[in-house]
């Protein structure tokens, strides 16, 4: 299970941080990805971190912005969220996938946490 937090409302130029907690399996073997759908758009893939290797992956609209990171002890992915923007109003959504790959691709990923609303607005 995952289980994201740490979604609100936000000023544009502000600060969030996301937080992914897996239950029932630990992340050692996974990668992590970010994945976040905007009112009437597709779901993205916005950032992951392979637990693998240690690779990072953002999308160019987050770069420079945006960080992934793993607290190993905690089980848990986290993506903080600096300099945010209007445009990264969405719900963001945690996935795990067993496959190794770094990657963006939303077909990879097999489990999906529920989601946590990201609003920024002045």
């Known amino acids: 299970q995952l289980v994201e937090s740490g979604g609100g409302l936000v000023q544009p130029g502000g600060s969030l941080r996301l937080s992914c907690a897996a239950s029932?399996?630990?992340?050692?073997?996974?990668?992590i990805g970010w994945v976040r759908q905007a009112p009437g758009k597709e779901r993205e893939g916005v950032s992951c971190?392979?637990?693998?290797?240690?690779?990072?992956l953002y999308h160019d609209s987050v770069k420079g912005r945006f960080t992934v990171s793993r607290d190993k002890a905690k089980n848990t992915v986290y993506l903080q969220m600096n300099r945010m923007k209007p445009e990264d109003t969405a719900i963001y959504y945690c996935?795990?996938?067993?496959?190794?790959?770094?990657?963006?691709?939303?077909?990879?990923?097999?489990?999906w946490g529920q989601g946590t609303q990201v609003t920024v607005s002045s």
């Open positions: 996935t795990a996938a067993s496959s190794g790959l770094t990657t963006l691709f939303l077909g990879e990923y097999e489990y």
């Open positions: 971190f392979n637990n693998n290797d240690n690779e990072t």
């Open positions: 029932g399996f630990t992340v050692d073997h996974y990668v």
